[in-house]
């Protein structure tokens, strides 16, 4: 197989509240022989807030980080379910309107650059799932998860809406019965267990503009969770996981019910799978302590 | 000649009447279904072949008038357009048919749609514009402007969305995707005069639009593809447009992100919280700040990092912004 290259698009917190997920992600692309090019021009994607202030700004800044993917001639691959939704969906949007992409592409030309929609955009998670393949996974496996049952959080925004998982993904999800990460945990050796929250929502968006309402969507991801006997959660998430992990007490005073479980990145949990060292996978960065390695 | 397929499926039926049960129940009936059959034809083949006390509403069966609209498994539908081998492909054969709201449900599948309707009320759903009683033209709207309500006037107000968002279902004074979809269509349109007394509403905290947790269930689950989270964000755009955005928790936080990513191209995400909060407000994150701090987790900020050609951010940031704040 030809060697896999993608230029990576890392989003804000793998360089600030989880380094952890930076850490791991390089990890486990060392092992699989994947080369990522990080794109170290990029900007934030907007997180689906600048969206709110100014769409057209937003736009912008999310062609050009898509425009230097295009420099280097590769896919881009983000590490954050809302980083790949903004960036999907700018492609999505710019494809689809020639009117809309000439205006955002006589701002790029400002700084000397164009969008041309060229590359395409993935998730690191159908990265490995579509290219790499999960049976090649398989069969790289030094240490089987098999002594765990995961719960796997699939977060909002690689799910939703249908219309750019068709676009973007080889066998897009279906956000009602997501598959991907329920065949990756498998593909580790782990047990995936069943809960009625995997594929709803945590509440990170709304955390500080309405933070009952968050509160109680984390608390009840983590109940779901605990009550399916998981051991951890996994999930392709940073923000998830930085919900899940560090926002227990107000979830649990939130639901009046004392939750907490580890949460790993997904590719912690490949990590682990594929022999990687606890160190090189960053699980002393967690909140909640990651006590079973 | 097409073969009719058929598949053995199993439905658990929610049952509950609140004038005879303290509990609500479910049914399980096992028939044959056809390729060629939705979810109604199964529901009225339960009540006329089996139960004749099971309710549930339906009117025009060609998914226009909404009322049919239920649970499958989860997932919002209209009963009478939604193939059940559709239903089969994703969640196996046994399906289970619930209202759309377990807790608002009052017969069987018939819910009480009161704080639905409520809620579509509070925005003012009608055009508000000066009548000439006696006009001698039509009050003609060119194609360039229909276009700008971006079909959101195809919403049938099934309830589909409004039933399937978290927030509704958490915090009661939450307005909801439906109406938001609807305050849009009419903010939005040249000849209403009521626009900005509208994004009032739509601009409180709480009941407003700040409190979308952006799963995107309403943009899935709607059948008329009315897209409501892109009518939030539109209504968003418009509060700061129309210079009502007030200076609060959840402004902030969408306009801290151009000025963080002006700074380091990057978001700060420490500074974005204080930035969110104010100064005092941010106090209530310090002990959360503090385990994460302890964990590598906090950037301090002579240590935040920068995107590679800072320049050219700036420059766009500059050029592009369309808003003030």
């Known amino acids: 197989m030809e060697k896999l290259k993608y230029a990576l698009f890392t989003g804000c917190t793998a360089k600030e509240s989880t380094p952890e997920q930076m850490m791991s992600t390089l990890a486990v692309a060392e092992k699989l022989g994947i080369e990522l090019v990080e794109l170290t021009e990029a900007s934030c994607c907007g997180a689906s807030h600048l969206q709110d202030y100014d769409d057209f700004l937003s736009l912008v800044l999310n062609a050009r980080n898509i425009a230097y993917a295009e420099k280097h001639g590769l896919t881009m691959v983000t590490i954050c379910n809302t980083c790949q939704l903004n960036t999907a969906m700018t492609k999505h949007r710019l494809d689809h309107n020639a009117e809309l992409k000439a205006k955002v592409n006589a701002k790029l030309a400002e700084v000397g650059l164009e969008y041309k929609g060229t590359s395409q955009i993935t998730h690191f998670l159908y990265a490995i799932i579509d290219d790499f393949g999960l049976d090649k996974i398989k069969e790289m496996v030094v240490k089987p998860l098999s002594q765990f049952n995961i719960a796997p959080f699939y977060g909002c925004h690689n799910i939703r809406p249908s219309e750019l998982q068709n676009e973007t993904h080889k066998s897009p999800e279906n956000p009602y019965r997501p598959t991907s990460l329920d065949d990756l945990i498998i593909a580790c050796g782990g047990l995936n267990v069943d809960y009625e929250e995997k594929n709803k929502c945590c509440g990170f968006h709304a955390e500080l503009q309405a933070p009952r309402t968050a509160a109680v969507l984390t608390g009840n991801a983590v109940a779901g969770a605990m009550d399916a006997n998981a051991d951890w959660m996994v999930t392709p998430c940073p923000l998830c996981h930085l919900k899940l992990d560090t926002q227990t007490h107000h979830a649990s005073v939130a639901i009046g019910r004392d939750v907490s479980l580890p949460v790993l990145h997904m590719q912690q949990m490949v990590g682990l799978a594929l022999g990687c060292t606890p160190a090189e996978l960053g699980l002393n960065h967690h909140v909640t302590k990651v006590d079973f390695v | ?325």
Request: net charge negative; charged share 25%.
């Open chain 2, 1 to 325: 000649m097409d073969t009719l397929k058929t598949q053995q499926v199993t439905f658990k039926v929610f049952r509950f009447n609140e004038e005879t049960d303290y509990l609500p129940y479910y049914n399980t009936y096992t028939l044959d279904v056809t390729h060629e059959e939705v979810v109604l034809d199964i529901l009225n083949r339960i009540k006329w072949e089996h139960d004749g006390s099971l309710s549930y509403r339906r009117s025009c069966r060609h998914g226009i008038c909404g009322v049919c609209a239920i649970k499958v498994s989860g997932k919002a539908v209209l009963a009478c357009k939604t193939r059940l081998f559709d239903m089969i492909d994703v969640f196996g054969n046994e399906l289970v048919i619930e209202p759309l709201s377990t807790k608002r449900a009052f017969k069987d599948l018939v819910v009480d749609k009161k704080d639905f309707w409520d809620k579509h009320a509070q925005i003012k759903p009608y055009l508000e514009a000066p009548i000439d009683e006696h006009p001698v033209t039509e009050n003609l709207v060119s194609p360039h402007d229909a276009e700008k309500l971006l079909e959101a006037d195809y919403c049938i107000q099934c309830g589909a969305c409004h039933y399937s968002c978290p927030s509704v279902e958490i915090n009661e004074l939450y307005i909801g995707p439906a109406a938001f979809a609807a305050a849009y269509r009419f903010a939005a349109d040249v000849r209403d005069d009521a626009s900005v007394e509208r994004l009032h509403i739509v601009n409180e905290e709480a009941q407003g639009v700040w409190d979308c947790v952006k799963c995107m269930e309403c943009a899935q689950v709607c059948p008329k593809e009315v897209n409501p989270i892109e009518k939030i964000t539109k209504l968003h755009n418009m509060v700061f447009e129309a210079n009502i955005a007030k200076n609060n928790v959840a402004t902030r936080h969408a306009v801290g992100f151009a000025h963080s990513i002006e700074k380091h191209g990057l978001l700060d995400e420490g500074e974005l919280v204080r930035y969110s909060e104010g100064n005092i407000g941010v106090l209530k994150h310090v002990p959360v700040a503090l385990k994460m701090f302890a964990k590598g987790k906090i950037v301090l900020p002579w240590n935040m990092p920068k995107a590679d050609k800072l320049d050219e951010i700036k420059k766009l940031v500059k050029s592009s912004s369309t808003v003030k704040f």
